[in-house]
């Protein structure tokens, strides 16, 4: 096997290895997919001021997220389904992110549950919570997430309808999955995936079933699923999640500066821009291209991460250039899982690290804290005799 060297290495490997129809949900947005692709392309738009002849000696990505010391600014993003990209997927990747001194953010559709992750793990994890037409199941998660003793709740706002995501309906997406002849074909080619799936009882999506009401099996739970998640759901119900939750409380799925006032008046630690990784609202703007302006809005008022589009760290050093204090890497430690389990999450993780790392160092600086929109360039604008003109706030 090639040396892998990038997150794109990893993602060609997972396709290889993980069944089709959990390859594309991961590797999938809505509808035209649009958005999916421009929060990746987006990034290029940013450019480095490289410096050179300045002493870059004992470099640090130490720094905090909503209070907590971590290793890198960086978290590991909720992700349906990642204990069916490997077994016992979910227990890996938070495993890795403890390894690496990073949080690990559980899925509320995860395969493995809550009580899982808690008992194979010492770090602290957070926990992604979708309010469900089912009040009183959301709030059974919020007490199993406190008994677990997470130590944030990742509250998702952006799904209260579900987008369109065409490959999951032609690919007949189902957990575990159906005997379809496509599916066998597939399933044939696969066999490493098979093998470990054989040797783990997580299959389903276990923070769910035996826990929803009426949701006792595969066939109760399709059709509960299909009429939980929540049109209602407004900001008197983040209110009501509030009263509920003692806990850090951070609101995803922020994506317009008008609702990022909305979130820091109403009391959150923190907000994560977001477009839901382009699986929504196809034709959203890239989280990138929010992320100056809800920073310029409300930075001064809450904590603002990032989420959408990270496969390098030179992705991670200009978001974090443009204002964010952190960001989430989703879809890329997804992609080492798929190709290698829990040393793939390592990899990936090492990977994003070791670019972040070096890109901070060709910028001049040596303190992640201290990175800022003085290292990216405006390229729109001309400065006298050739100087360069650093990036300015958006408000200005």
Known sequence: MAAITTIDDLKRLARRRVPKMFYDYADSGSYTESTYRDN???FGKYRLRQRVARNIDNRSLKTQMIGRDVAMPMALAP???TGMQHADGEICAARAAEKAGIPFTLSTMSICSIEDVAQHTRAPFWFQLYVMRDRGFSES???????AKCDALVLTLDLQVLGQRHKDIKNGLSVPPKPTLASILDLMTKPR??????GTQRRTFRNIVGHAKGVSDL????SWTAEQFDPTLDWSSVDWIKQRWPGKLILKGINDVEDAETAAAIGADAIIVS???GRQLDGAAASIDMLPRIVDAVGDRIEVHMDGGIRTGVDIFRAIALGAK???AGRAFVYGLGAMGEAGVDKAISILKGELDKTMALCGETDIRKVGRHNLLDMNAVAP???VTPLRPAAE
């Open 40 to 42: 990746e392309s987006a």
């Open 79 to 81: 992700v349906g389904l």
């Open 141 to 147: 998660l919020i007490e199993r997430a406190k008994a």
């Open 193 to 198: 995936w098979g093998l470990q799936m054989l």
């Open 219 to 222: 066939g109760s739970l399709s």
């Open 275 to 277: 477009n839901h990784g």
């Open 326 to 328: 952190a960001v989430y």
């Open 385 to 387: 005799r050739g100087a």
